[in-house]
């Protein structure tokens, strides 16, 4: 069966210092890979989305930066950051028989 | 703009009552509406989905319905639980499965 891995669960940083949230999925190959950003009382924001190795889309420009180094690898990255990073991250992959299924999320506090 | 719009925004129900939560739509062309589980600091787990041809979908305790002409869904939770206590998310997908359309979500409290 596929599963999904996302650490850490939470996270406090500092201003100014890098990111790096990773995300794994087992039990399937070639997924598409999509990075989310959910704020209180809204609904979830896309911010990256991968259909394979090496290639990203960026939905919305911002601070942040994502790889996929393998191909069930995904990674979140930030240089500096900014307090207006703070949210709960979520990673996520698809297919067209499974649909979509979601991490457990990152809880990032930017102070 | 494709938007997804829940009501209420929150509701507070007692165990074993029922409730109904409601999701409309302006995402078109339309492929399928899913309804998610989130429990607080977790990520969302799937309930249900629809395509167009379908009308109502049931998983246990939880029964969705789409009309896909006026576009609306509904998640009805039949004689609910303290463990229903979560909040509930409508997800609509278009002609582009990469990019979903979510709402904002439904936070349902269920008290003893």
């Known amino acids: 069966s596929q599963t999904i891995h996302q650490w850490p669960a939470t996270l406090v940083q500092p201003v100014g210092s890098p990111l790096s949230l990773e995300c794994t999925v087992e039990g399937t190959s070639n997924p598409n890979l999509y990075w989310y950003r959910q704020a209180a009382g809204r609904g979830l924001q896309l911010l990256f989305y991968s259909v394979g190795i090496g290639q990203i889309s960026s939905e919305v420009p911002q601070n942040l930066s994502a790889s996929r180094p393998q191909d069930r690898q995904f990674i979140l990255s930030s240089k500096k950051l900014l307090l207006s990073d703070s949210g709960f991250y979520l990673c996520a992959w698809s297919s067209w028989t499974v649909g979509y299924t979601f991490g457990s999320g990152t809880r990032l506090t930017v102070v | 703009k494709n938007q997804v719009e829940q009501s209420p925004q929150s509701l507070i129900i007692l165990e074993g009552k029922n409730c109904t939560l409601q999701c409309n739509y302006t995402v078109s062309p339309f492929s399928n509406l899913r309804w998610y589980k989130q429990d607080t600091g977790r990520g969302p787990v799937s309930l249900t989905i629809m395509t167009f041809s379908e009308n109502t979908k049931s998983n246990g305790r939880y029964t969705a319905t789409l009309d896909a002409d006026t576009k609306q869904s509904s998640l009805h939770i039949t004689a609910s639980q303290l463990s229903d206590s979560a909040s509930y998310i409508c997800?609509?997908?278009?002609?582009?499965?990469?990019?979903?359309?979510f709402g904002a979500g439904t936070t349902v409290t269920v008290r003893a």
């Open positions: 997800v609509v997908s278009g002609s582009n499965d990469y990019k979903l359309s």
